[in-house]
Structure formats: structure tokens, C-alpha cells
């Protein structure tokens, strides 16, 4: 007998099982095809700038708005005399493929080495690295630290690239713009959709804000939350991104159910202005100092302090037992207590429920002297150095020819900067950076972002990393400020020198310019690059940089935005530059993150515990590093100026970890550890 059911009920099952279901899998392919498109962009405007083509023609579909075409009219570079003024005869035709591995024989000479396999790959894990990712990838919560240079951030960026292989939705927070820049993330106030004014509402307030329908998609769209710098993160921002995520999944459990990983250090930075506001109402604390051993509150502000008699400080520690004072924070409404003790993530009950596999990475990979290592070790847990490691530091003269300057203050750096500039011999050829703030007509508590500077640059702009005006010259020495390259090994805080500069002229032509207002920004990046160029590149030829790695290319400008605000459509503030720094001297606060072959760590002025270790930290080996220490570093030492160790922190660490490890030659001292500390 012929069966006469309809093959349409015979056949496949049906591929979605209510019409809602069908609507996410739409929303989410057409997401992903956004995401596609958006890389898409984003690779060919890398192909025209660092790619192989002599005449490049990049179209944006019509229905995007934007249709730019870039012309090359054939590229040549050239080196040029100390008197800055291109030698034509020099001029050679370059291959397209730009990274050049030049030897010291040929170290002023443009090279038509094509050899671009010899590209640094990135770094295979180590066994304990790949166990993380693994462990990140079975789906648990995972809380992962270690000192510098243990590969924290080259691990997030193998987590980020693992989950994603899996079509797993990942998001990753920061808590400053800058850091956010470093890992392609976004501040977790943005992922939150919060605006600074969020801390003086109450926590009811914030789980109904994350009900909106923007809020609660994006973070409905999220499998992996990775939060990164956890050190700079306050418990109670931390504790409201957890209520956030409870509401928006209606799921009353950790992150409302959505894997966590956290990491970074904190022995390193803290959060910066802890508790001002009450979690649970929003209102502002006050504040009460007391001393930790006897609670008594501190005297009157110290009379006896002649360095500024006229504005006496505060004594730094009690009369009476020698202890330290610390803040305590009571909630004038609803009477709710803290101290600033409790400013770090992991003194909040979320962090006990999350139930963290916590992995502390011990293997360092910058540097590999184990004598250097146990010095640093000691700084960044706060024990103290010996003599001997004194010794070894101080004064010294490493083998570091013209190293980067790590100086703590500001004003130093300039001036240092400013000496090397004005010794060099040749011509100046300055680029200015391009600002765009665009800041949404419902933001309006950002307005003054978009006004301008006394030198004509936005306010948005003013703590941005690149600098309003890169003043360059034949032979000077600079360090980078953005991975332009991965896998040539041009990344954040490579170290090269101006060797040439390339003179070729792109024809830029904008047709039509729509920004898109939200979501990814590759519009607006080709757009603020093209009109850069425009208007600066067609007059001052890019400066060729020979990095130290041998690598040799031209260094071409480079967007870098951040969205701010809530809700969407979102404000956005970019600054487009030539991502260089002179290299005769940086802040250590511009360091971190960055390997250095060599550097003058000057500590004469350092105002922070955390600086030295991270200033030290940097350099691959004791053989690169020359350390400045003023007075001495036994007297900075005896000052408090060089470890940091937070008596909080050293506790929480040792109850997760275990005793600190002894590493390199630290058995002298590291037997004082942490046992007693804590009181
Ligand atoms: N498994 C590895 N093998 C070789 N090199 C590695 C490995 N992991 C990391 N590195 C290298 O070690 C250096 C420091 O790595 P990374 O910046 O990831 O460390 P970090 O812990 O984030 O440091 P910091 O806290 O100072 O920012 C980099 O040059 C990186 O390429």
C-alpha cells in the first residue's frame, strides 16, 4: 500500500521548533554576517596599507554607504641624508610585501629582501598556559593571575581565539578605555551600558536598567564574560556588573549564568577611587579614617611636617602602635559599613559564589635570568631585597646603548625627549593627529567632550595614548603603540628607529560618507585614515621604521575609537595618528603591558610601590637594564618606594595559592614570606 502521508510531514524534521526559535537563529546569523562583513572591512583596508597590491581599489557596497577608492601611484622608498632631504638617486621600486628583515650590514639601505616568511609567530603556550585554556574551554569559571611577563595576556588571546573557533560569544571588559584598546574589549561600562552616573543608583535602579531591550540583548548575547585588570575593578562594580547580568538573564546565580573568567595581577594597579557611592542605595559615603591596630582616628594633620608648613599632611601612620590608618565608609542612609579593605573583587560574597578554579601561571616568559626573576618576585609580592640584590641593581650599567628612559614623572620624560629630539641633525616632519568625537544628542552628559583644546584637539581625546603631534626625525629612535602586526612582531612597545621614509602618495577619493552610529566602527576608522591621509600624508612621507627584531616598514596611521555611553545609538570619540612615540623616554605608566629588550629604569621620583615592579618587570634581562636610583634603593626601600605586597592582597593570595614559590636565588629572603603579615 502506497503511503500517502505528505512528504512534507514524511521528510526532514522541521528545523526550528517554534517560529521565536527560528527568530534568534535569524538575529544571530544576521549578527554573525555583520561580524563577517565587519572583519571583512577591516582586512582589506589592512591589505591596502600593508598589503601586496600596487593599485588597490576598495569598495564599500553601495548599501553601506560609504565608497572610497584608495590609488597608489607606485610605491618607492628611499633613506636620506642626516640632512633630512631625500638623496633620488637612493630611490628603489619596493616590493609590495612590506616587512623586510634587514641585517646590520644593511642598516640604512632600503632592502629589496622579500623574505616575509622569516615573520615572528605567536608563542606556542607552555604546558600550564594550554591547561588554562583548557580549562576555560570545559566551561568553568576560571579566575587566572601570575606576575609579569607569565603570559596572562598572550593566554587571553588564545581563550578569545579557542571560544570563538567554537561559536562560543565571547565579550571582554576592562575597566579603562586604554586597556580596553589592548585587547579589542570594551570598558565594562559600555558592555553594561552604563553611564558614569550609574554609581549613585540603587541596585534595584541598575537591574532595571539592564532589562532595557539594548542592555538585555547584548548581554544575552554573551556565553564567555572575560574580565580583565580585575585588579583595577572595585567590589562593588563588580558586584553591580553581576546584579546587571542576574537581570537580564531573570536567573538568580552568578553572572546570571554566564561563564566567567577574570585575570590580571593584583598585586599591581588597584582600583582607582574605590567606594565612593553605597551599593545598595547609590548614595555618597562618607568617609573616616581610623588606624587599623588600635582604631583610634588619626590626629590632626601633622604639625611637625616641615617640608610645606603651611600645608601640613596627614601623618601616614598612628602614633600610638605604628600602624597604618585606613578608610572607613559608612552609608549615611542605610547605614551600610566598608573599608577600603574591601575595595578588591575578591572580598565580595559574588566572588565566593562564582567558585573560581583559580590558576596562578608561575612559568615567566619575558625574562628567563632566574637571579632577575627572584628580584622581581620579591618586588611584586613586597618582600624585601638583600644587599646583594641591592647591589645588583643598583647603578647598574647594563648594555643598553640608546634604551627608552621608564621614568615615573611626566615632566621628565618630555624633557628628555625634547634633548634627544634637539640633538638629532635634520629635517622635522611633524604629523598631527586627526580627532573625531561624535557624541549623540541623549549623551548629553558628554557634551564637553566634544570641545576643543587650546592646540585645537578634542577634549574626548586628551588621554589618548597617541600623541596630538608626532615630531619625527631621520634616526631617531621610537617605540610603537599599537600591534600593527602581530606576526611580524610589531606589536605594543616594539622598539625600532626612523630610517627612511616613504614617499608615495595615496590618491584618496571619499565618494560618500555615512557613519553607521552604533555597534562596529570600521566605517568611520577607513573614513577618519582616508581624510588623515588626505590631508597630511600627501605632504609628509611616512616614516620607515627598522624595528630591532630586523623588521623594516613603513609605519602607516591608525584609527583608534571607543564608544561611549547609553543607551545606543552610542557617542564615539577617535583618534587617528602615526602610532610612534619618540623613544628616548616614557612614562612608566605608558609601559605596562609592553616588552622592552632594554631600558633606564629611572626610580629617583617614584610615588608608587607598584612602579618599580613595573618598570623592572619590563626588560627581558638584567643585561638590558640600567636602573637610576637617586638617593639609593636601600634608602627607597627603607622609604617604602620599592615593593608593593598589600598585606590584603599577600592574604588572599596565600589562602588560594599556597606560600609564594621560591623562584631564582631568593632563599634569603623569601623565608620572612607572608606568614605574619596579616596579623
Ligand atoms: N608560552 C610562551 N612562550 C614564549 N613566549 C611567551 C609565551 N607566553 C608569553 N610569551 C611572551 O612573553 C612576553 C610577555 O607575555 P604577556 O604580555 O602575555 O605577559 P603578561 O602576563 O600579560 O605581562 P604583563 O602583566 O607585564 O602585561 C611576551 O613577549 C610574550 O610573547
Not at 584598546?181 to 565594562?188: C, E, F, K, M, R
Not at 630586523?550 to 602610532?579: H, K, M, N, W
Request: net charge neutral; hydrophobic share 30%.
Amino acid at each position: 500500500m502506497v503511503d500517502e502521508t505528505p512528504s512534507k510531514k514524511r521528510g526532514r524534521p522541521a528545523k526550528y521548533a517554534s517560529p521565536s526559535e527560528k527568530a534568534r537563529a535569524d538575529v544571530e546569523r544576521r549578527r554573525v554576517l555583520r561580524q563577517k562583513e565587519a572583519h571583512d572591512r577591516r582586512e582589506r583596508l589592512h591589505a591596502q596599507f600593508y598589503g601586496a597590491k600596487s593599485s588597490v581599489v576598495a569598495k564599500q557596497t553601495p548599501s553601506r554607504g560609504l565608497d572610497i577608492i584608495l590609488e597608489y601611484p607606485g610605491k618607492r622608498e628611499y633613506t636620506e641624508g642626516q640632512d633630512g632631504r631625500p638623496p633620488t638617486d637612493q630611490a628603489v621600486d619596493l616590493p609590495r610585501q612590506q616587512c623586510q628583515h634587514g641585517s646590520e650590514d644593511d642598516h640604512e639601505s632600503p632592502s629589496a629582501d622579500t623574505a616575509h616568511n622569516k615573520v615572528i609567530p605567536d608563542p606556542t603556550l607552555c604546558r600550564e598556559q594550554s591547561e588554562l585554556v583548557e580549562l576555560v574551554l570545559s566551561g568553568a569559571n576560571v579566575f587566572y593571575t601570575g606576575g609579569a611577563g607569565t603570559g596572562k595576556s598572550t593566554v587571553l588571546r588564545a581563550i578569545m581565539k579557542e571560544l570563538r573557533q567554537r561559536h562560543r560569544r565571547v565579550q571582554v571588559v576592562t575597566p579603562t578605555g586604554i586597556s580596553a584598546l589592548n585587547v579589542s574589549g570594551s570598558t565594562y561600562f559600555t558592555y553594561a551600558g552604563w553611564n558614569p552616573g550609574v554609581m549613585k543608583k540603587t541596585i534595584e535602579e541598575i537591574r532595571h536598567m539592564a532589562m532595557s531591550k539594548e542592555r538585555r540583548q547584548r548581554i544575552k548575547d554573551t556565553d564567555v564574560l572575560i574580565i580583565d585588570e580585575i585588579s583595577m575593578l572595585e567590589s562593588n562594580q563588580f558586584r553591580r556588573l553581576d546584579q546587571a547580568c542576574r537581570a537580564a538573564h531573570q536567573n538568580d546565580v552568578p553572572f546570571g549564568g554566564i561563564q566567567v573568567v577574570v585575570t590580571g595581577d593584583f598585586y599591581q594597579l588597584p582600583p582607582v577611587k574605590a567606594f565612593q557611592t553605597c551599593f545598595e542605595c547609590g548614595v555618597e559615603l562618607k568617609a573616616k579614617l581610623f588606624c587599623k591596630g588600635c582604631e583610634q582616628p588619626p590626629p590632626p594633620a601633622d604639625q611637625t611636617d616641615t617640608r610645606q608648613p603651611s600645608n601640613p599632611r596627614p601623618r601616614e601612620s598612628c602614633l600610638g602602635c605604628g600602624l597604618g590608618f585606613q578608610k572607613q565608609l559608612k552609608c549615611p542612609h542605610c547605614r551600610d559599613e566598608s573599608c577600603t579593605d574591601d575595595q578588591w573583587p575578591f572580598r565580595s560574597e559574588v566572588w565566593d559564589e562564582c567558585n573560581f578554579h583559580c590558576v596562578s601561571l608561575a612559568e615567566v616568559h619575558r625574562q628567563s635570568d632566574p637571579t632577575f626573576i627572584g628580584i622581581l618576585n620579591s618586588l611584586r609580592i613586597g618582600d624585601k631585597l638583600d644587599k646583594h640584590q641591592l647591589a645588583l641593581l643598583d647603578g647598574r650599567e647594563g648594555d643598553v646603548g640608546e634604551a627608552v628612559e621608564l621614568s615615573p614623572v611626566r615632566r621628565e620624560v618630555e624633557q628628555k625627549n625634547s634633548e634627544g629630539f634637539q640633538a638629532i641633525r635634520g629635517a622635522v616632519r611633524a604629523y598631527k593627529c586627526q580627532d573625531y568625537v561624535h557624541i549623540q544628542p541623549h549623551h548629553p552628559h558628554l557634551a564637553n567632550k566634544e570641545e576643543q583644546d587650546g592646540e585645537g584637539n578634542k577634549m574626548g581625546c586628551r588621554e589618548h595614548r597617541f600623541p596630538p603631534v608626532l615630531e619625527t626625525k631621520f634616526g631617531m629612535p621610537v617605540i610603537l603603540l599599537a600591534n600593527i602586526d602581530a606576526g611580524a612582531g610589531l606589536v605594543n612597545g616594539s622598539q625600532g628607529r626612523i630610517v627612511g621614509y616613504s614617499p608615495h602618495k595615496p590618491l584618496m577619493k571619499q565618494r560618500e560618507r555615512k557613519l553607521r552610529e552604533s555597534g562596529e566602527f570600521s566605517h568611520l576608522e577607513e573614513h577618519e585614515i582616508v581624510s588623515w591621509a588626505q590631508q597630511q600624508a600627501a605632504e609628509f612621507p611616512l616614516p620607515i621604521v627598522r624595528f630591532e627584531n630586523g623588521v623594516q616598514v613603513p609605519v602607516y596611521p591608525v584609527c583608534q575609537d571607543t564608544e561611549l555611553g547609553d543607551p545606543p545609538p552610542f557617542s564615539v570619540v577617535a583618534r587617528t595618528q602615526i602610532p610612534l612615540l619618540p623613544a628616548w623616554a616614557i612614562t612608566i605608566h605608558k609601559s605596562q603591558g609592553m616588552t622592552l629588550e632594554k631600558a633606564v629604569v629611572n626610580l629617583e621620583h617614584i610615588f608608587e610601590p607598584q612602579m618599580a615592579y613595573v618598570a623592572l618587570s619590563r626588560v627581558r634581562g638584567l643585561r638590558g637594564l640600567k636602573v637610576v636610583s637617586g638617593v639609593g634603593l636601600d634608602v627607597l626601600q627603607e622609604r617604602g618606594r620599592l615593593g608593593g605586597g598589600n598585606p590584603v592582597v599577600r592574604k588572599f593570595m596565600k589562602e588560594t595559592f599556597g606560600p609564594p614559590e621560591r623562584t631564582g636565588n631568593t632563599e634569603d629572603f623569601l623565608g620572612s614570606s607572608i606568614e605574619g603579615d596579616e596579623g
